[in-house]
């Protein structure tokens, strides 16, 4: 049975995604008036999140087809969550006017929206961790699917509740958006 959760708040970390903006461009600002900024830009795009999530989780026998290769990465594992996690369009539409107008604040959106991003992600996999923890076993750290998966992986979770589709060309929309799965691995006895 897919679960859907939506309009859960994430918690953004500030140092997080000052880090986020290193790695995308030089600060044009000291790091202090950055992190200033971050603050404000947090503050200001938090109610443009609209985080929504959907997973599944499956016991290795109900595994779809299509889904059964990843097994193979984690033989031990007795059950596989498929998840997909989205911020929503409104911080992607904010990103994309002030790309031509100001590339040291889209920078700092980008990020904001990176960590969302990764904070909607974490939440579903505290969830998942709790569930699984209830069947005597730990969640694996999340993995990426690979784009020949994403079609049918999210038909599988039925994505369109949450706004999200993929294209022809394997391009996940809206574009802060991931599709994930973890396994359940039963809890060694020492």
Known sequence: MVRKIKKYKISLRP???????????PLQKSEEET?????????RTSALLEPVALYETFSCGSVPETLKPLLSQSPESVSLSLIATTIGT???????????????????LEAIASEALDQ????VLKLIGEESKLENCDCSPPWLL??????????????????ISVDENSQISPLY??????????IKKR
Do not use: M, Y
């Open 90 to 108: 409104p911080l992607e539409s904010e990103i994309q006017k002030l790309r031509a107008q100001d590339t040291h604040q889209s920078a700092v």
């Open 120 to 123: 909607s992600l974490n939440f």
């Open 146 to 163: 690979e784009s020949s998966q994403l079609k049918h992986s999210l038909e599988l979770l039925q994505s369109q509740k949450a706004g």
């Open 35 to 43: 992190e200033i900024q971050i603050q404000s830009e947090i503050e």
């Open 177 to 186: 958006s991931r599709v994930s799965f973890c396994f359940w691995n039963p």
């Open 15 to 25: 140092s997080f995604v000052l880090r986020n903006v290193k790695k995308k461009s």
